[in-house]
């Protein structure tokens, strides 16, 4: 549509994505003087500023592509943590996991739809591209509309009982982020590698990496619910050191396929991302809840963010490496 070249769209959508990181804190402190579907409704609008500068730019103009991959990267990053601490606040417990693994459920789905439309777009060209962009903004519109008229708040942190406060989360809440770097960067990193891999490395059709999407997509929408569900009986830790445990057999299954050559390696590795993805999804519905149950009820909000923000870091080295790879193959 706007016809950049790959290392600098990359570099643009990485700058939105450090953004995104830097104001995570921020929002923290919002949602934790008790801000929430006000919160939630801020973020979409970001995204519609976002995609507005997008609809403005013209061919090849690289600063305000870049001012909307900043505003949209600010607005993607922002809602999760909004989000999850709108669902904490209208859920308790178990409840709040499911409502949590449903909604990345339907995200997911979402994402597979806009996927398609993508796709059916890119062949009527950049009027039907611009078209969609606008059906977007004005899906978002809706959105913040209907996230205002909830009118949902929290009681803020200062107006929280010591009693009701952990005493001092920061030593479990400090490891817990650390690890989760771990696990993102983990997640992140095939999205990005899985299909360059695949088309670079074995010359696989451009199918290949499209059935790998659809099968993530299809399995998290139909197992993100009852996968959290069964794993509730067990504890959060638990669950997240065994996605831990599925996703480091994944990335050994991916280096055995990667030796296979080219008869049996690509559908190797595609055998091995449902592994992964199981991993995902195990991973999924126990990472921010255990975030949410560990956190201080009175800084919930910044520890949730910051939990998110380590998701931001891992998926800016991962965009900044595709961006890269991208340079090197075209």
Not at 94 to 106: K, Q
Not at 200 to 223: I, K, Q, Y
Request: glycine content about 8%; some cysteine.
């Amino acid at each position: 549509m706007l016809r950049l070249s790959a290392p600098v769209t990359g570099t643009a959508m990485t700058v939105g994505i450090v953004a995104g990181l830097v104001c995570m804190p921020a929002v923290g402190r919002w949602l934790d003087r008790g801000a929430r579907g006000t919160v939630v409704a801020a973020s979409t609008l970001v995204r519609v500023l976002g995609v507005a500068l997008l609809l403005a730019a013209p061919t090849g103009h690289v600063w305000l592509f870049t001012a909307a991959a900043l505003f949209l990267g600010i607005g993607n990053q922002a809602w999760p943590a909004a989000h999850a601490a709108l669902v904490a606040t209208v859920a308790q417990g178990r409840d709040r996991d499911n409502a949590l693994a449903g909604s990345r459920a339907l995200r997911n789905a979402a994402l597979g739809v806009g996927a398609l439309l993508a796709t059916v777009c890119l062949a009527g060209g950049t009027t039907a591209l611009r078209a969609l962009a606008a059906v977007t903004a004005l899906a978002y519109l809706a959105a913040a509309a209907l996230a205002w008229s909830v009118h949902v708040h929290a009681r803020p942190a200062e107006a929280t009982p010591d009693e009701d406060r952990d005493k001092d989360p920061a030593p479990r809440m400090l490891v817990l982020l650390a690890t989760n770097v771990v696990y993102v960067f983990c997640l992140n990193v095939p999205e990005v590698a899985i299909p360059l891999v695949l088309v670079t490395r074995f010359h696989a059709s451009p199918m290949w990496p499209a059935a790998v999407f659809v099968a993530n997509t299809v399995l998290v929408v139909t197992l993100q619910v009852p996968v959290t569900v069964l794993m509730s009986r067990f504890s959060r830790r638990t669950v997240l050191a065994l996605s831990g445990v599925v996703l480091a057999a994944s990335y050994l299954g991916f280096l055995t396929a990667t030796s296979l050559g080219h008869g049996w390696g690509v559908p190797a590795i595609a055998a091995v991302s449902v592994v992964c993805t199981i991993g995902e999804i195990i991973y999924a519905g126990s990472a921010t809840a255990l975030v949410t149950a560990l956190a201080a009820r009175g800084s919930a909000g910044l520890w949730g963010s910051l939990a998110a923000a380590t998701l931001l870091s891992s998926l800016a080295v991962a965009t900044e490496k595709d961006q890269r790879a991208s340079g090197v193959t075209s």
